[in-house]
T-cell receptor
C-alpha cells in the first residue's frame, strides 16, 4: 500500500538559511499534519491542514510557514534557520471523511534537518 | 508540562515475556488514544488505538487497556520478541482527526 512520502530525506543547511520540506500524503487522504521530533524527544505538533485550509496550529515558530496545495501535498517552509531547528520533521496524513469516525494518522519516514 | 505522562522510560524484558507500558492523561476532552512504534530514524507506525467507550482492545499480540475513571491506559505486548525492540509512544487527541499529543516514549528492549 502507498505510504506518506517526504522529501528530501536528509537536509543540511547553515544558520539563517531557508529550507523547504515536502510531504505527499497517502492517496485520497485529505488531512496533513506536521510534527517536529528533537533527539530523544517525542514528536511535537506544528500545524495541520484539512482540504487545503489550516485546521490546527501548535508550537510552530513564526519563522515557519506551511500550506497544502490543490493536489493535497504540503510544504513546510522554514526561514532564518537556527541550530535548535535541527530535528526530524514528520508529516502524517489521514482521511477525515472515513467511516466510523476513526481518522488514523499515518506517518511518513521523516526529513532529518541538520542546521550547522 | 507533559499532558500525557508515560512510564517507564525504558523497559527490558526477556523473549516471550509480557511488556507493559502505562500512560496517564489529564485532559478529559481527549477521546482518541493511539499507540505508535518507532524504530531509530523511522517514522512512528500506528500499532493500535482505542476510544473511551471500550475498556480493552486486542489486535494480535498487542492489547490496550483503558480506564476512563482513572484517566489511564496501557499497552500490553504479549510474547514479546526481539523484533519488538523499539520506542513506543502513547498519544491522545480530541477526536482522531486532531493533533496528537504524545507521551515521552518508552524504549523497549527484548532480550533473545
Amino acid at each position: 500500500a502507498a505510504g506518506v512520502i517526504q522529501s528530501p530525506r536528509h537536509l543540511i543547511k547553515e544558520k539563517r538559511e531557508t529550507a523547504t520540506l515536502k510531504c505527499y500524503p497517502i492517496p485520497r487522504h485529505d488531512t496533513v499534519y506536521w510534527y517536529q521530533q528533537g533527539p530523544g524527544q517525542d514528536p511535537q505538533f506544528l500545524i495541520s491542514f484539512y482540504e487545503k485550509m489550516q485546521s490546527d496550529k501548535g508550537s510552530i515558530p513564526d519563522r515557519f510557514s506551511a500550506q497544502q496545495f490543490s493536489d493535497y501535498h504540503s510544504e513546510l517552509n522554514m526561514s532564518s534557520l537556527e541550530l535548535g531547528d535541527s530535528a526530524l520533521y514528520f508529516c502524517a496524513s489521514s482521511l477525515f471523511g472515513s467511516t466510523g469516525g476513526i481518522h488514523e494518522q499515518y506517518f511518513g519516514p521523516g526529513t532529518r534537518l541538520t542546521v550547522t | 508540562q507533559q499532558q500525557v505522562k508515560q512510564s517507564p522510560q525504558s523497559l527490558i524484558v526477556q523473549k516471550g515475556g509480557i511488556s507493559i507500558i502505562n500512560c496517564a492523561y489529564e485532559n478529559t476532552a481527549f477521546d482518541y488514544f493511539p499507540w505508535y512504534q518507532q524504530f531509530p530514524g523511522k517514522g512512528p507506525a500506528l500499532l493500535i488505538a482505542i476510544r473511551p467507550d471500550v475498556s480493552e482492545k486486542k489486535e494480535g499480540r498487542f492489547t490496550i487497556s483503558f480506564n476512563k475513571s482513572a484517566k489511564q491506559f496501557s499497552l500490553h505486548i504479549m510474547d514479546s520478541q526481539p523484533g519488538d525492540s523499539a520506542t513506543y509512544f502513547c498519544a491522545a487527541s480530541r477526536g482522531s482527526a486532531r493533533q496528537l499529543t504524545f507521551g515521552s516514549g518508552t524504549q523497549l528492549t527484548v532480550l533473545p
